[in-house]
C-alpha cells in the first residue's frame, strides 16, 4: 500500500470534524496536507539551514513515515498554515502572548482579531491592563466566537492575574457563573511565594500590585485561598500557578519580567513570545508481544529529536510572520517549542500497567524526565549546527 494510502486510510474517521475546523485545504487528502507540511518544513527550511540533500531526504521520509502510523500528531496551526494557499503570511504558532504595549492600558480589538485570524490562542496577563476582569474576559470570548463565525477554528485563552492584584478578588469568581458553552478562556491566578508564606502562617496579604498611588489595600491571603479552592471545587478554576517557581527556573530571566502562560499552562511566555507545539504519541512507542511489551526507547529518543528539529524548522519559517518586531526579536533568541504527547493511556494499557497506580507515576516520571533530556540534547544539537 502506498504512503499516501496509508495515511487517509488511518485518517478517515476524523477527516470530517477536520475540515469542520479548517484543518484541511478544500479538496485536500490528510496524506496531500502533511506532504504539503513537509515539503515547507523539511525541504524548503532544511535547505536554508545548509542541511545536506541526502540528510533532507531522510528527515522528509522519517517524517511522512511518523505522521503516517501516528507516532507523531502535528500542532493545529502548523497543519493549517504550513504552504497553504492565502495562509502564505502566517505564523504555525499555536499560542502567543501580546507584545508589551498591547498589554498596558486596553486591549486592541484590531490586534486581538487578527491573532485570532491565524488560528492563534491567547495568553494574556491582567496584571497591566485596565477594566473589570469579568467584561476583559468576556470581551476576549466575544472576539473568540466572531472569529469561529468567521470559519477559524475554535480558540482558547489562558487569562492569568498576580495574587497581589487589586482585583484578584473579582477575578477568582470571574467563572462561578460563566455559561461553560460560550466560555473561550481558562484562568489561573499567579501565586508567588510571599503568598504561600502568609496562608501558612495566617497573614495578611498586601495587594501591591498597583501601588503608585501609595495606598495599599490588605486581605487575609486564607480567605484569598480559600475563595480559590471553592472557586476551584464548584467550577474547575482557576488554576493557580507557581509564579516564583516559574521565574527561578527560567533559562533567560534577563529577557522579561513578566509572563502568561499558554492555554493549558504547559508553558509561560513572555511579552510577544510564542510557541509551536506538537506532539510524540506514546502509545506508538511500545514494542514486544502481548503479556511482555515494554517501551521503545531507541524509537522514543528518534522521535523527540525529530520533533524537536521539526519544531525549530517551524519556529524559523514563523520568524518573519508576526506581526510586531517585538515577537520576532524575542522569538528568535529564545527559540522556545514545545514537544507535547499524548496516547499516555494508551502507553499504560499497552504495558499492562494500571492508570492511576504507583507503577504508572514512577512510568510517567520515567518517560517525562527520558523527554525532557533528550528534547533539551536535539536543542543543544542544533544550537550547535546552525549556530544559535
Known amino acids: 500500500m502506498e504512503i499516501s494510502e496509508v495515511i487517509n486510510s488511518r485518517y478517515a474517521g476524523v477527516e470530517g470534524f477536520a475540515r469542520s475546523q479548517n484543518l484541511l485545504a478544500e479538496g485536500e487528502s490528510f496524506a496531500c496536507a502533511f506532504e504539503r507540511v513537509a515539503r515547507v518544513l523539511i525541504t524548503e527550511v532544511e535547505s536554508e539551514f545548509g542541511t545536506n540533500p541526502d540528510r533532507i531526504r531522510d528527515l522528509y521520509n522519517r517524517f511522512i513515515n511518523a505522521v503516517a502510523t501516528g507516532a507523531i500528531a502535528l500542532g493545529t496551526p502548523v497543519l493549517i498554515n504550513t504552504g497553504r494557499t492565502g495562509c502564505e503570511s502566517k505564523p504555525l504558532t499555536s499560542c502567543i502572548a501580546p507584545p508589551r504595549d498591547v498589554l498596558r492600558g486596553t486591549l486592541r480589538a484590531d490586534l486581538v482579531a487578527s491573532l485570532y485570524d491565524t488560528e492563534m490562542g491567547m495568553a494574556v496577563n491582567l496584571d497591566d491592563i485596565f477594566g473589570d476582569p469579568g467584561e476583559v474576559i468576556e470581551w476576549l470570548d466575544e472576539q473568540a466566537r466572531l472569529a469561529e463565525g468567521?470559519?477559524?477554528?475554535?480558540?482558547?485563552?489562558m487569562v492569568t492575574m498576580s495574587s497581589n492584584h487589586p482585583d484578584i478578588i473579582k477575578f477568582i469568581g470571574v467563572k462561578l457563573d460563566a455559561d461553560h458553552q460560550k466560555s473561550k478562556s481558562n484562568i489561573s491566578v499567579l501565586v508567588d511565594d510571599r503568598f504561600m508564606r502568609a496562608v501558612e502562617a495566617d497573614e495578611e496579604y498586601p495587594l501591591d500590585l498597583r501601588a503608585n498611588s501609595g495606598t495599599v489595600?490588605?486581605?487575609?491571603?486564607?480567605?484569598?485561598?480559600?475563595?480559590?479552592?471553592?472557586?476551584?471545587?464548584?467550577?474547575?478554576?482557576?488554576?493557580?500557578?507557581?509564579?516564583?517557581?516559574?521565574?527561578?527556573?527560567?533559562?533567560?530571566?534577563?529577557?522579561?519580567?513578566?509572563?502568561?502562560?499558554?492555554?493549558?499552562?504547559?508553558?509561560?511566555?513572555?511579552?510577544?513570545?510564542a510557541c509551536q507545539f506538537s506532539y510524540v504519541n506514546l502509545g506508538e512507542m511500545v514494542m514486544g508481544e502481548p503479556g511482555c511489551k515494554s517501551i521503545d526507547w531507541n524509537k522514543l529518543k528518534e522521535h523527540v529529536h525529530l520533533v524537536?528539529?521539526?519544531?525549530?524548522?517551524?519556529?524559523?519559517y514563523s520568524l518573519p510572520r508576526y506581526f510586531s518586531e517585538e515577537s520576532r526579536h524575542v522569538n528568535s533568541i529564545k527559540r522556545k517549542v514545545g514537544v507535547g504527547v499524548l496516547g499516555l493511556a494508551d502507553m499504560l494499557i499497552e504495558l499492562g500497567v494500571p492508570y492511576g497506580s504507583d507503577e504508572s507515576i514512577g512510568v510517567?516520571?520515567?518517560?517525562?524526565?527520558?523527554?525532557?533530556?533528550?528534547?533539551?540534547?536535539?536543542?543543544?544539537?542544533?544550537a550547535k549546527e546552525r549556530g544559535y
Open 308 to 316: 524537536l528539529r521539526f519544531l525549530d524548522n517551524a519556529l524559523q
Open 150 to 157: 468567521r470559519g477559524k477554528k475554535r480558540a482558547c485563552n
Open 217 to 273: 489595600d490588605s486581605v487575609s491571603a486564607r480567605e484569598i485561598f480559600q475563595k480559590i479552592l471553592l472557586a476551584a471545587h464548584k467550577n474547575g478554576e482557576p488554576g493557580i500557578v507557581f509564579k516564583d517557581r516559574i521565574a527561578n527556573d527560567d533559562p533567560t530571566p534577563f529577557l522579561s519580567d513578566s509572563f502568561a502562560l499558554a492555554p493549558c499552562a504547559e508553558l509561560s511566555l513572555v511579552p510577544g513570545e
Open 364 to 382: 510517567i516520571r520515567d518517560v517525562m524526565s527520558f523527554i525532557n533530556y533528550h528534547s533539551k540534547q536535539e536543542s543543544v544539537n542544533l
